[in-house]
């Protein structure tokens, strides 16, 4: 059987993270190609509900990347974002999926090799985890 | 939302930029099948004429009324291919970027896995374009006004342009004067042109500009509100003298009895607590530094009102806060000399003849603390042997800055030559690692240094400082000749790396721009959009956006200013419409979103019971839309079935 191969969404934020991700990209770092990007406008875009559904879906993990506290492009978007993921972190304990499958960090334009680190680490993190395995009805899986 | 649809996918080869990585056919072939795709094509440089002909010809020819492009980022692109669609009578809102190169082909290495990547961003993207609706941009109004913020050379001759085009500025500095460092220096390099001579009726021009509003000894404290419109809040501190009424006759400085370090000299004189910081300063008038004076409630000393005959001192005078409304923002804060405290190993601020470059330029200047006569700070003697060290703090990643202060080879040749103009039969030494003496008459300039003036440039770096017999010992080496070096200076000069000035990165947060690794600010592309920070409206000049000498500061401060003019140019702005919007039969009016928005944008409908959006004050952050728990705030063209569609197609096949 192929070595698990976790899929990961990233919702990355315009002004920030997804700038970070291009100077990766500029800079041509590498690193592992499991997190595809949806860029939004700004990290409080994502609503909680995209979160669960990406790991309905078949996520194993999500990540999402804002600008760093203070340097949010919409003065305190990424407040509001921090706000709903530390919720959204303890409902899923209770949905059981591990929170720790969900990611949120500050990566900035200038953080290239920050989200590099990132992805890379996330990734190895969640591969070390395992699939996610979800039961029929929603209710907690075995083993997390 | 998603109708039959007709989508056109375009994927760029970018030479082998993409195509080297990525197998572009393969992610064609792969989109061709996708649902509602009727066109995927390929194609080595779609940003090419040829190629975005390509994409016109085929709306037309296959009647698309989507399109979505495969290639770069969309900071470069997205308005090239916007266009584009717009030209073949497309909505530009039908046509978006699936970012394959940054974020896929220049990140990963194996062709296969790329691929796979490359295949799912775009098949996110034909998704969301699937989704869109066209739009149309929002126009707002300007406030033709300008702020600008720092009153160096550089946010001067911003100030300049802008009000010599006609247009109201706005000039806040933070000391009592403007001038920055600039005015500090002696000569500048490579003519050796007299700074203060320079640059002061430039100073004298903004002091008696009709469209200038000067205000000193203020900084900017909140602002809010967005391009075309800002809103600044602005603290004067008081001064407690009125510029107006002050006759400069000095008999408060007199008599005030509180003497404390001159910053202007840096540290090499000292200052009263009622003072002019120099005597060109504008405005022309004396300001008492609170932090210093013995005290004022309740008055502790009084001594400099008793003396001022035309009652210009008012102790009771307070801060004020002042509101202004601008549409541009220039930032150009400058630079602070890298903390004395962080160059210990050089004996700086211990050993009395160790100086900054600064305090150099201070002791040459004709109107410093020796009126130009070259005396070292510990006995006043004319110093014999100087010894200047470059780089210090600058390209030492491991203790210090590992950026090139860029300025430093220039003003220490400056230094040295000038060294030798006052004191010809004295010595000048200088350690460095490398000279960068790019620029026009730079190399020259260095070359008359040694040639002409004699000074001896040792390449190699410094190990230790310190003071025996009157001397100051310095110990160094010559990497060219392998040799130890031990010099018997009478004065050391530490070319100090700049860094941005202090309070840059508090004012960063104030105007929500954003800072690089090293605290300067950052530009919105650092080939292509130099002068223009993140945040449309907000411009960057001079130091506070990398180091650079005066003739940089000066070209990148009338580059913003000429952005802001061209700016002011037109009435209105566009205002990007990827805006929230409200269904009015789902809102339940439960006004979740209201506190959410940041800019006031949503207001509740006493009428109708729903909330509904100001899409001139709405940026479109999308914070709202996640809040509201019926569903009925949606972003244009970022829906929430828009961004469950794109999680759907990257994790197709998985659950």
């Given at each position: 059987m192929a070595e698990f191969e976790p899929k990961i969404i990233c919702f990355a934020c315009n002004w920030c993270t997804s700038a970070g991700a291009d100077l990766a990209g500029t800079s041509r770092m590498e690193y592992q190609p499991n997190g595809v990007i949806i860029r939004v406008m700004c990290s409080s875009r994502v609503d909680p509900q995209h979160v669960l559904w990406a790991f309905k879906k078949g996520a194993d993990g999500v990540f999402i990347g804002g600008c760093h506290p203070g340097d949010c492009h919409y003065q305190d978007g990424n407040y509001k974002t921090l706000r709903r993921i530390k919720l959204l972190k303890k409902l899923l304990g209770d949905l059981g999926i591990n929170p720790d499958r969900l990611r949120l960090e500050w990566v900035s334009a200038a953080e290239g090799k920050k989200f590099v680190n990132v992805m890379n680490e996330f990734t190895d993190y969640i591969r070390k985890l395992g699939r996610l395995e979800l039961s029929e009805n929603g209710g907690p899986p075995s083993g997390e | 939302m998603k109708n039959k649809k007709r989508t056109g996918v375009f994927v760029c080869h970018c030479g082998i930029n993409i195509a080297g990585t990525v197998d572009v056919k393969k992610v064609a072939e792969e989109l061709a099948k996708h649902e509602g795709v009727v066109l995927a094509t390929d194609y080595v440089y779609m940003c090419s004429d040829p190629g975005q002909k390509l994409i016109i010809e085929s709306i037309k020819e296959k009647d698309l009324d989507s399109v979505v492009v495969a290639c770069c980022s969309p900071t470069l692109h997205e308005s090239t291919f916007r266009k584009a669609t717009n030209m073949a009578g497309l909505n530009p809102y039908q046509c978006e970027i699936a970012n394959i190169r940054e974020q896929c082909s220049w990140v990963h290495k194996e062709k296969s896995k790329a691929t796979a990547k490359a295949i799912k961003i775009a098949k996110s993207i034909v998704e969301k374009v699937q989704r869109n609706t066209p739009l149309e941009p929002i126009s707002v109004p300007i406030t033709k006004r300008a702020l600008v913020i720092g009153g160096g050379i550089s946010g001067i001759q911003a100030a300049l342009d802008i009000a010599n085009g006609g247009y109201e500025v706005i000039l806040v500095e933070r000391?009592?004067?403007?001038?920055?460092?600039m005015i500090q220096l002696s000569e500048t390099f490579p003519t050796l042109d007299c700074s203060q001579c320079i640059l002061t009726p430039k100073m004298v021009e903004v002091s008696k500009h009709p469209n200038i509003k000067l205000m000193t000894y203020s900084e900017v404290q909140e602002i809010s509100g967005f391009v075309g419109n800002f809103k600044v809040k602005i603290r004067k501190k008081p001064t407690y003298v009125d510029p107006d009424a002050c006759t400069m006759c000095g008999e408060c400085s007199e008599v005030c009895p509180v003497v404390v370090p001159n910053e202007f000299d840096l540290g090499l004189t000292g200052r009263k607590a009622i003072y002019i910081p120099f005597p060109q300063a504008i405005p022309a008038s004396y300001t008492l530094d609170s932090a210093h004076c013995p005290g004022l409630v309740p008055i502790a000393c009084g001594k400099c009102i008793d003396v001022c005959e035309p009652k210009a001192i008012n102790y009771d005078m307070p801060p004020q806060i002042i509101e202004e409304e601008v549409g541009a923002i220039v930032v150009a804060t400058g630079y602070d000399l890298y903390e004395k405290e962080r160059m210990a190993e050089y004996g700086y601020g211990k050993i009395p003849d160790v100086l900054d470059g600064l305090q150099f330029e201070r002791l040459l200047s004709a109107s410093g603390p020796t009126k130009g006569e070259v005396l070292r700070p510990s006995d006043h003697r004319v110093p014999k042997e100087v010894v200047f060290i470059q780089c210090c703090g600058s390209r030492d990643p491991e203790l210090h800055n590992a950026y090139c202060s860029k300025i430093c080879c220039m003003y220490t040749a400056k230094h040295a030559m000038l060294y030798k103009h006052h004191v010809p039969d004295g010595q000048a030494y200088v350690f460095y690692i490398d000279i960068r003496s790019g620029g026009k008459g730079y190399e020259e300039f260095v070359q008359r240094a040694t040639e002409e003036d004699g000074v001896v440039y040792l390449r190699g770096k410094v190990s230790k400082i310190f003071q025996e017999n009157g001397k100051v010992i310095v110990w160094g080496v010559d990497t060219l000749s392998g040799k130890d070096i031990q010099i018997e200076a009478d004065l050391v000069v530490l070319a100090m790396a700049i860094r941005p000035s202090q309070g840059a990165r508090e004012l960063a947060k104030v105007l929500k721009i954003s800072i690089d690794k090293d605290g300067f600010f950052s530009e919105a592309h650092p080939k292509l959009r130099p002068v223009e920070s993140m945040v449309s409206g907000m411009f960057l000049a001079g130091v506070a956006q990398g180091p650079k000498d005066i003739p940089e500061t000066v070209a990148q401060a009338s580059g913003a200013a000429s952005k802001v003019l061209a700016m002011f140019s037109s009435d209105e702005l566009s205002h990007d419409p990827i805006v929230a919007e409200v269904d009015e039969d789902l809102c339940c009016g439960c006004k979740i979103c209201i506190p959410q928005c940041p800019y006031e944008a949503r207001i509740f409908d006493e009428q109708k019971k729903v909330v509904i959006v100001n899409e001139v004050l709405c940026e479109g952050c999308g914070a709202c839309i996640a809040a509201c728990p019926s569903g009925a705030a949606q972003q244009r063209n970022f829906t929430d079935e828009q961004i469950l569609s794109m999680v759907d197609i990257i994790l197709e096949g998985e659950r």
């Open positions: - | 000391s009592p004067s403007i001038g920055g460092h």
